[in-house]
């Protein structure tokens, strides 16, 4: 499988859309951060997403899909990486995240469990932890170096 991880353009936001609502991931807000998406591209078929909303130096990490039928080959960990690699580039020193199912995944990129009160006042007011995740997700935070 020949994938290409990229940045999210404006027509790709619909198939982004559509990938996470049958990945049942919240869609709230995406088209607000489309410009820290990125999108897995199989020639012009997207496969993958990962997003993150930037909050000064802190940032969320949402809507890190792949494709059922494209699972297992690698893909969430390289747009977990890509994103990762991305929050550095924007100055991110802490990285947090809500799942309910995905937490065993996110340990290997250095997240850990944290309380919701303990997550950055500007990442607690998102949308994700606000409204679109319910509250027994768990939250997770990764420091970024």
Same mark, same amino acid.
């Given at each position: 499988?020949?994938?290409?991880?990229?940045?999210?353009?404006?027509?790709?936001?619909?198939?982004?859309?559509?990938?996470? +609502?049958?990945?049942?991931?919240? +869609?709230?807000?995406?088209?607000?951060?489309?410009?820290?998406?990125?999108?897995? !591209?199989?020639?012009?078929?997207?496969?993958?997403?990962?997003?993150?909303?930037?909050?000064?130096?802190?940032?969320?990490?949402?809507?890190?899909?792949?494709?059922?039928?494209?699972?297992?080959?690698?893909?969430?960990? +390289?747009?977990?990486?890509?994103?990762?690699?991305?929050?550095?580039? !924007?100055?991110?020193?802490?990285?947090?995240?809500?799942?309910?199912?995905?937490?065993?995944?996110?340990?290997?990129?250095?997240?850990? !469990?944290?309380? !919701?009160?303990?997550?950055?006042?500007?990442? +607690?007011?998102?949308?994700?932890?606000?409204? %679109?995740?319910?509250?027994?997700?768990?939250?997770?935070? %990764?420091?970024?170096?």
């Amino acid at each position: 499988m020949n994938v290409v991880i990229a940045a999210a353009t404006g027509a790709d936001l619909p198939i982004v859309l559509n990938l996470l +609502q049958r990945c049942k991931l919240p +869609q709230a807000g995406l088209e607000k951060h489309l410009a820290t998406t990125l999108v897995a !591209r199989e020639g012009i078929r997207i496969v993958g997403s990962a997003a993150l909303e930037l909050y000064g130096r802190a940032a969320l990490l949402r809507s890190v899909a792949v494709e059922p039928s494209s699972r297992g080959l690698g893909l969430g960990e +390289q747009l977990t990486n890509a994103a990762l690699d991305l929050a550095r580039s !924007r100055g991110v020193r802490a990285i947090y995240l809500l799942t309910d199912s995905a937490s065993v995944f996110f340990l290997r990129f250095g997240f850990h !469990r944290v309380l !919701r009160t303990d997550v950055d006042p500007a990442v +607690q007011g998102s949308v994700e932890f606000t409204d %679109a995740c319910p509250q027994s997700a768990l939250a997770m935070r %990764a420091d970024l170096a």
